[in-house]
Nanobody, 116 residues
């Protein structure tokens, strides 16, 4: 059974940085792409950033220039480096991966709170 496990969520001050990590266990195939989504209070879930196994990346406009998504080559791990954090980045962040037959896997979520 494939499981995505996130870590790294925390409380951080505006302007600060945080790195989220996600590792997939139980997968004998590549997850492609792997991505980070988030859901802020009262809002719908949105794509934050994604990366394919070939390194192609996609970012939400609201995080371009501040967040960086990366993967370990050949492994089902994905990271999200978040810099210049803003209060509006406060959300539960979810790891996501697409497997065989386009089956989607989700992590349990990790809370990021940006507040002074």
């Amino acid at each position: 059974q494939v499981r995505l496990v996130e870590s790294g969520g925390n409380l951080v001050r505006p302007g600060g940085s945080l790195t989220l990590s996600c590792a997939a266990t139980g997968a004998t195939f590549n997850l492609n792409p792997m991505a980070w989504y988030r859901r802020a209070p009262g809002k719908e879930r949105e794509l934050v950033a994604s990366q394919t196994t070939l390194g192609s990346t996609t970012y939400a406009d609201s995080v371009k220039g501040r967040f960086t998504v990366s993967r370990d080559k050949g492994r089902n791990t994905v990271y999200l480096q978040m810099d210049s954090l803003k209060p509006e980045d406060t959300a539960v962040y979810y790891c996501h991966g697409v497997g065989r037959g386009k089956y989607e896997y989700w992590g349990q979520g990790t809370q990021v709170t940006v507040s002074s």
